[in-house]
Nanobody, 115 residues
Framework: VQLVESGGGLVQPGGSLRLSCAAS????????MSWYRQAPGKERELVAT????????IYVDSVKGRFTISRDNAKNTVYLQMNSLKPEDTAVYYC?????????WGRGTQVTVSS
């Protein structure tokens, strides 16, 4: 099983990034997919979740209207489009897959928002 995140990097405030998480080794279309993030000195927090079919998503209040989670079950990939980035969005972003009691984590990708 693998969850491999990509797309992180350094961006100026107000900029955009698109994170991707490529999944393998399990039946991706059966899993609810989420993005979490962890800033230095803070607990890991849920950013966004999309259901298995991709038709429903929820977001933490701090990213509503700026971030969009989506998935392509044909490509076994989940995305996080991040717009209007703020310095407080700086964190390591993790991909998470869950189906009933089974779950998997990716290793994370660093996002730094700074001028």
């Amino acid at each position: 099983v693998q969850l491999v995140e990509s797309g992180g990097g350094l961006v100026q405030p107000g900029g955009s990034l698109r994170l991707s998480c490529a999944a393998s080794g399990f039946t991706f279309s059966m899993y609810v997919m989420s993005w979490y993030r962890q800033a230095p000195g803070k607990e890991r927090e849920l950013v966004a979740t999309v259901n298995s079919a991709g038709g429903s998503a929820i977001y933490v209040d701090s990213v509503k209207g700026r971030f969009t989670i989506s998935r392509d079950n044909a490509k076994n990939t989940v995305y996080l489009q991040m717009n209007s980035l703020k310095p407080e969005d700086t964190a390591v972003y993790y991909c998470y897959a869950q189906h009933v009691i089974i779950d998997y984590w990716g290793r994370g990708t660093q996002v730094t928002v700074s001028s």
